[in-house]
């Protein structure tokens, strides 16, 4: 049994499937990706958020990865944090 047959691909949503040979359908299917696009550009928060659940996900891999190490980094950064806020607190008191 052979397996010839063309299996379909799904196209993202910004895209346009090929094979349309109606120009009103095509118009209307490259406004309607077009605006996809627009509005993936333009959704800083959902960008915002994706770019922060991947970097969640990141530190939880290296935290996995390297239990000691990542608990060194969050103590090294604790530090740097309390020490940029004793330095900023001292200069705006005197």
Do not use: C
Not at 51 to 77: K, S, T
Not at 79 to 85: C, E, F, N, R, S
């Amino acid at each position: 049994m052979s397996s010839d047959a063309v299996v379909p691909v799904p196209v993202p949503h910004t895209a346009v499937p090929l094979g349309i040979s109606d120009p009103v359908v095509q118009a209307r299917t490259e406004l309607k990706a077009a605006l996809a696009a627009i509005e993936e550009k333009a959704n800083v928060p959902r960008r915002v958020g994706r770019a922060v659940d991947d970097g969640v996900e990141q530190a939880r891999a290296f935290q996995r990865r390297n239990p000691a190490l990542a608990a060194a980094a969050v103590i090294v950064g604790a530090v740097a944090i309390g020490a940029a806020v004793w330095g900023f607190v001292r200069l705006y008191t005197r």
